[in-house]
Nanobody, 121 residues
Framework: VQLQASGGGLVQAGGSLRLSCAAS????????MGWFRQAPGKEREFAAA????????WYADSVKGRFTISRDNANNTVYLQMSSLRPEDTAVYYC???????????????WGQGTQVTVSS
């Protein structure tokens, strides 16, 4: 499975962005999909995930209530709608695919290349 993330950019605090991750080359609909982020000098951290059936979502406490993950299995795409953005949300955001535990980076089999999100204060 190849993953291509897009949609990052520069936004002011309080603004919104929608990230997209397009998948190709595999059975996208059978994978749980996650978004992780990595700020400079910090470890990659879990942000959000959605199961392959779209029945369950998971969020890190730091983004709960502000971010929404969704997926379109017909078009092999997963989205991350980010609202009320804060400077601490600044990071490279990665999409990834797993059939395992969604909060654990090592459980993911495939990763996209990342897209930069910068939130100015």
């Amino acid at each position: 499975v190849q993953l291509q993330a897009s949609g990052g950019g520069l936004v002011q605090a309080g603004g919104s962005l929608r990230l997209s991750c397009a998948a190709s080359g595999g059975t996208f609909s059978r994978y749980h999909m996650g978004w992780f982020r990595q700020a400079p000098g910090k470890e990659r951290e879990f942000a959000a995930a959605i199961n392959w059936r779209r029945t369950t979502t998971w969020y890190a406490d730091s983004v709960k209530g502000r971010f929404t993950i969704s997926r379109d299995n017909a078009n092999n795409t997963v989205y991350l709608q980010m609202s009320s953005l804060r400077p601490e949300d600044t990071a490279v955001y990665y999409c990834a695919a797993t059939r395992g535990v969604v909060q654990t980076p090592s459980e993911y089999d495939y990763w996209g290349q990342g897209t930069q999100v910068t939130v100015s204060s």
